[in-house]
């Protein structure tokens, strides 16, 4: 058990253990972005036409990205490190909201000086609180364990509500209390101010980077949180440190890698979760067909081929449920291999299995059409069960099944009926008698009906004997009273 348990695969991202070729992967992503990062560094402070539809265009995306890698993380804390991904979750509807009030905030966009009395400092001030917020609730989901909470939605609530509360008091300061803040903003460039405060944001998150990278084991969303703080800190550099101020190379350069930040998560989240719902269908196909070869395997005689005793006693009462129903008929035949012990003492218990499948395949090979079915009742006798077929087209189908395993010629020296093997076959049909089908009904007795019918057979299949087997005996009257006699009482 221990065994089998160690070969399984957490299916989430959170507890998945990064493997080799994940890791690659992730620092062929990070080398990638240094390579480009270098190679605009040294345009990044170039103008640019200012295209103001281009941040409510980025706003939108992150706005989007951030609140479904919200819901995804949430899903997600249900069944793995739920306290971890939750902290983490209210970092990404931090992300969305403060993003939402640097967009309502941005001079020129909605109005001249920007929504929500922004001042002129107001949105510089917003894109430090937001690229300095986030690191801070990586730290926090690194830091915190795998444990599950007692109360998971509870602390859901009240991780968005604080998140809510952090986001509306930093939009209030950051638009009422311009006086507590350094300028950093002149127009629409940069301040010397500027720098000290990009190199503390710059430094938490490269903080949040090493922080995750020393997690143990190192999950797949631990790995992809690292690449992530990487491209922050490429979007910082770019669009706050190398460059001149806004709607330069370096201003489109560094949102666009914040884009890409944001999105890293969510498409590895997403990749996760296809693969989860593969994993799924994969296992819900593998089941079906293991629920079939299961329910071929305790209906299938393991010896002949055909049906066992269970799948006939289970048609035996559908049949005759139905029956009953539609008034139609139901005949059956009960066959017996004559002597069949007199061959297993002359050539051995091997050869008897042998002759017992050539002559169950023979059977079912005459019981083909819809709804007919060839069974073995045990031992060396066998039924077939004929819906919807009266007494005459049983009896001719008897007939038909003795030449047939005739017809095999399969050698029997010590048979008093033959010097090859042959059965005996009891033909009885329900139809004949539709009083006593009537009378099983009123009473309520189905089962005890099905197994007359069994009996009814069966005593014909004595009489084929007693005639000298090697012959089909049809159910007399008799035979069905004596049947309803036997018949249990429900």
Not at 147 to 161: D, I
Not at 412 to 433: E, N
Not at 444 to 461: H, I, K, N, Q, S
């Amino acid at each position: 058990m221990a065994d089998g348990q160690s070969h399984e695969r957490p299916i989430f991202l959170s507890d998945q253990a990064a493997g080799r070729g994940e890791c690659r992967f992730a620092a062929v992503v990070i080398g990638c972005s240094t390579l480009i990062f270098l190679g605009l560094a040294p345009f990044a402070k170039w103008p640019l036409t200012p295209v103001p539809a281009f941040i409510p265009i980025y706003q939108s995306a992150l706005l989007i990205n951030d609140l479904i890698t919200v819901v995804f993380l949430l899903g997600q804390s249900q069944f793995a490190r739920g306290k971890a991904l939750i902290v983490l979750a209210g970092g990404y509807l931090f992300t969305a909201l403060i993003s939402s009030a640097h967009a309502l905030t941005f001079p020129g966009l909605f109005s001249p000086a920007g929504l929500l009395g922004a001042g002129p400092q107001t949105t510089a001030w917003l894109y430090m609180v937001w690229h300095g917020g986030f690191p801070l609730f990586v730290i926090a989901y690194a830091l915190c364990g795998g444990e599950q909470p007692r109360r998971p939605y509870a602390l859901m609530l009240s991780m968005a509500a604080t998140v809510i509360a952090l986001v509306i008091g930093c939009a209030v300061f950051a638009t009422q209390g311009p006086r507590l803040l350094p300028a950093i903003m002149r127009g629409d460039h940069y301040t010397s101010s500027l720098v000290l405060v990009v190199t503390g944001v710059w430094t938490i998150n490269l903080c949040a980077a090493v922080v995750v990278s020393r997690r143990r084991p190192l999950s797949i969303l631990d790995l992809w949180l690292i690449v992530t703080m990487c491209a922050w800190m490429f979007d910082i550099a770019l669009s706050a440190l190398f460059n001149a101020g806004r709607f330069d190379l370096g201003f489109y350069a560094g949102r666009i890698y914040g884009l890409a930040a944001a999105s890293l998560v969510l498409v590895m989240l997403l990749c996760g979760h296809t693969r989860l719902y593969l994993q799924l269908v994969k296992l819900h196909r593998s089941e079906r067909e293991k629920s079939a070869e299961l329910a071929r395997i305790t209906t299938i005689d393991a010896l002949t081929g055909i049906a066992n005793r269970r799948a006939f006693d289970e048609a035996l009462h559908e049949e005759w449920r139905r029956m009953l129903r539609h008034g139609t008929a139901l005949s059956l035949l009960m066959i017996d291999v004559d002597y069949f012990k007199r061959f297993n003492d002359t050539y051995g218990h091997v050869a008897g299995d042998v002759c017992l499948g050539r002559v169950a395949q023979t059977i079912a090979s005459r019981a083909r059409r819809a709804g007919e079915l060839a069974a073995r009742y045990g031992g060396e006798e066998f039924a077939v069960l004929l819906p919807q077929t009266g007494i005459g087209e049983a009896s001719k189908l008897a007939e038909v099944i003795c030449d047939s395993v005739r017809d095999c010629q399969i050698p029997h020296a010590q048979s008093g009926a033959a010097p090859h093997v042959t059965i005996s076959v009891g033909v009885a049909s329900i139809g004949k008698y539709p009083d006593a089908a009537a009378a099983f009904s009123r009473q309520g007795a189905a089962f005890a009906g099905a197994t007359m019918l069994v009996e009814t057979a069966d005593l014909a299949l004595y009489r084929a004997k007693m005639a000298g087997r090697n012959r089909a005996a049809v159910a007399s009257a008799n035979d069905a009273a004596a049947a309803g006699e036997f018949a249990p009482a429900t």
